[in-house]
Antibody, heavy 122, light 107 residues
Framework: QVQLQESGPELVKPSETLSLTCAVS?????????WVWVRQPPGKGLEWIGT???????YYNPSLKSRVSISVDTSKNQFFLNLNSVAAADTALYYC???????????????WGQGTLVTVSS | DIQMTQSPSTLSASVGDRVTVTCRAS??????LTWYQQKPGKAPKLLIS???TLESGVPSRFSGSGSGTEFTLTISSLQPDDFATYYC?????????FGQGTRVEIK
């Protein structure tokens, strides 16, 4: 059973870079599927941030594209989120997830991590 | 971007009630729609894909219907475990977008 676990700083200062790691267990990233970041501001809805595969092919939400970077380390079975120039509006619960498509991006998400709350504040 | 709009935002119901949540897309998404259930402090759980395909392990009291721009999630007989927030999401074209959520609360 695939499991995902987010980790990273809980507090980030405005204008700095938010960096998160998603550790995948129970499945090798190199075996297929695409890997996803989604966020949810407190009390609000869900927003897709971006998607990556094991070879580093990425797709980003245009609303965040200028500030976001997603990367992968297959040796550690992990993928990463960097979001720069953060502001209070980036305060959210950040989830990593797995896209439902084994060979190509499908665009919905069957497996999710538990989420990690990141607060942007000085 | 494709905008997804859910109604109502909050729904008050009792155990045993039949409950319907509506999701509308700003343009046709064929049947490329999913429904998730989210409980407080938990990640979303995938319930239905392709508008009406129930995921493995999801109780049969949940059903989905619709195509094009209008979709519904129905719970035939609301159970205590069903009190949660429900989100629709389109996967017709990126950026993948979600509805704002419908909170189903105890009446």
């Amino acid at each position: 059973q695939v499991q995902l676990q987010e980790s990273g700083p809980e507090l980030v200062k405005p204008s700095e870079t938010l960096s998160l790691t998603c550790a995948v267990s129970g499945y090798s990233i190199t075996s297929g599927y695409y890997w996803v970041w989604v966020r949810q501001p407190p009390g609000k809805g869900l927003e897709w941030i971006g998607t990556i595969n094991h070879s580093g092919t990425t797709y980003y939400n245009p609303s965040l594209k200028s500030r976001v970077s997603i990367s992968v380390d297959t040796s550690k079975n992990q993928f990463f989120l960097n979001l720069n120039s953060v502001a209070a509006a980036d305060t959210a619960l950040y989830y990593c997830a797995r896209d439902a498509g084994p060979m190509a991006v499908v665009g919905f998400f069957a497996y999710w991590g538990q989420g990690t709350l990141v607060t942007v504040s000085s | 971007d494709i905008q997804m709009t859910q109604s109502p935002s909050t729904l008050s119901a009792s155990v045993g009630d039949r409950v319907t949540v509506t999701c509308r897309a700003s343009q046709s998404i064929n049947s490329w729609l999913t429904w998730y259930q989210q409980k407080p402090g938990k990640a979303p759980k995938l319930l239905i894909s392709k508008a009406s395909t129930l995921e493995s392990g999801v109780p049969s009291r949940f059903s989905g219907s619709g195509s094009g721009t209008e979709f519904t999630l129905t719970i035939s007989s609301l159970q205590p475990d069903d009190f949660a927030t429900y989100y629709c999401q389109q996967y017709k074209s990126p950026p993948w977008t979600f509805g704002q959520g419908t909170r189903v609360e105890i009446k």
